[in-house]
């Protein structure tokens, strides 16, 4: 078998048999399934619109058949009749819809726009008989939003190219504070795209985008790099020469990425910052994406001295096992739980538990989305150790910081 069918193979339906002989699909049936050639061979026949049937080819091990079918609704546009014994593997339309549901939109729009110039070949080419008179397939509201969807991506994913390399993109500093005396002890950086003439697009737009293809790569080496020189300019400029930290978003992609490593050591180097000073943050869904991998990457950053934190703790993996296997410093509790906080004792229980089980495998605990003096004094009591939050300081621009750790003292709660 062909070694690009391995994979379809692999999670494919039943197997069929047919006999030399057999006819497998016919021509104007509807078609609820495809099916790949295990082994055997298959002869095309296409009948004319003068009623005459003519074999147009054939197909053996590897091929698909009765791909067009599972598409669309459309009938089987040729008659397949088995020349050699075959052995089929099946794949319904069901599960064929349910994988398209699930893809990427730009593979589902190319999908069906492929398909549908297809068919629209075989019509002019005026060898699918009666099909020739058939209008064109309507395109229904939901492919409408389909395509809409997959245009703005890829028409996002193209300008967010050209951002990359203009200065459409900056970063904003959130402040994280000691729960224990209010002190600065770092900040973590955050994307902001300011398009020329969309305005502001927000980070949870464009990043999933930019993780869809090798862009997150420049954005993330992009923002380690400036958020790291910002910092040190900060420590020039206010003559603080601290322990601040700079945390930085990360994504499944980048620990993938060959030169991730050196060029974190690289950075570290040319801004003069202690690797104690980066914190690496990361979502439990994109550890889960390439385990293996994350954990090479994040134990060179570790016995480098750099912090790993889990973001948005408690929103992403069902397993807690996981913890043990990554060398994680600190847990960050995602945000909707300290707001629901006080609203919903089930979410007080969690965070409780995060800060429980954190402290347990000696974590640090950074509580996100503190938005009241009330959350901010009962994670304090919880024994919650960093806080980040609306309450403390909202993201703000580089120009922004030096004024702000200036005032950092007054910072009470
Ligand atoms: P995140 O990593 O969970 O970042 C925290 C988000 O919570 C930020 O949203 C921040 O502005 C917001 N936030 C902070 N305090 C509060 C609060 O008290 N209340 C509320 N309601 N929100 C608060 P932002 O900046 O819109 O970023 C959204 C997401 O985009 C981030 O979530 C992160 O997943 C992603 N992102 C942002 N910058 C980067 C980046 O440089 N790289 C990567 N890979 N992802 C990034
Ligand atoms: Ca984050
Ligand atoms: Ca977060």
């Known amino acids: 078998m062909i070694e690009h069918s391995k994979n379809i193979t692999e999670s494919a339906g039943s197997k069929k048999f047919f006999s030399r ?118 395109v229904s509201e939901r492919q409408h939003a389909q395509y809409s969807d997959a245009v703005e991506n890829i028409t996002i994913a193209n300008e967010f190219k050209t951002a990359l390399d203009s200065d459409e993109l900056f970063l904003h500093y959130q402040p994280i504070v000691s729960l224990k005396d209010s002190a600065v002890l770092g900040f973590e950086a955050l994307m902001r795209w300011q398009h020329p003439e969309k305005g502001f697009i927000s980070p949870a737009i464009f990043i999933p985008i930019a993780e869809e293809s090798d862009l997150i790569l420049q954005a993330s080496d992009w923002a380690l790099r400036e958020s790291c020189a910002a910092l ?82 408690g929103t992403g993996y069902s397993s807690l096992s996981y913890l043990q296997y990554f060398p994680i410093g600190t847990l960050k509790i995602d945000r909707s739980f300290v707001m629901d906080m006080h609203k919903n004792e089930g979410s007080m229980a969690l965070v409780k538990s995060i800060i429980a089980l954190g402290k347990n495998m000696g974590m640090k605990i950074i509580a996100e989305g503190v938005e009241e003096e009330k959350e901010a004094l009962t994670l304090r009591e919880m024994g919650c150790d960093m806080a980040q939050g609306y309450y403390f300081a909202k993201p703000m621009a580089e120009k922004d910081l030096t004024g702000f750790m200036i005032n950092s003292d007054k910072i009470k709660f």
């Open 21 to 138: 002989g057999d006819i497998i699909m016919r021509q104007g049936e509807k078609g609820l399934n495809a099916y790949i050639i295990e082994t055997g061979k298959v002869e095309i026949i296409v009948k004319l619109e003068d009623g005459q049937e003519r074999a147009v080819g054939t197909r053996g091990a590897g091929a698909m058949i009765g791909e067009m079918a599972i598409i669309d609704d459309a009938p089987r546009t040729a008659t397949i009749k088995v020349i050699e014994d075959c052995v089929l593997l099946e794949i319904t339309k069901d599960d064929f819809s349910r994988r398209l549901d699930n893809a990427d939109p730009v593979l589902k729009m190319t999908t069906q726009v492929i398909l549908t110039r297809y068919r629209d070949t075989l019509i002019r080419a005026n060898i699918a008989g009666d099909i020739k008179n058939r209008p064109p397939p309507e």
């Open 232 to 313: 040190r300019r900060l420590e020039q400029r206010t003559g603080f020469n601290s322990d601040l930290f700079m945390s930085v978003n990360f994504t499944s992609r980048d620990f993938a990425s060959e030169g991730f490593v050196n060029a974190v050591y690289e950075t570290l180097s040319v801004s003069n910052i202690k690797p104690q000073q980066l914190h690496i943050e990361i979502t439990e869904r994109m550890l889960m994406d390439q385990p293996e991998t994350a954990r090479e990457t994040l134990k060179m950053c570790k016995e480098a001295g750099i912090d790993i934190s889990i973001d948005d703790f």
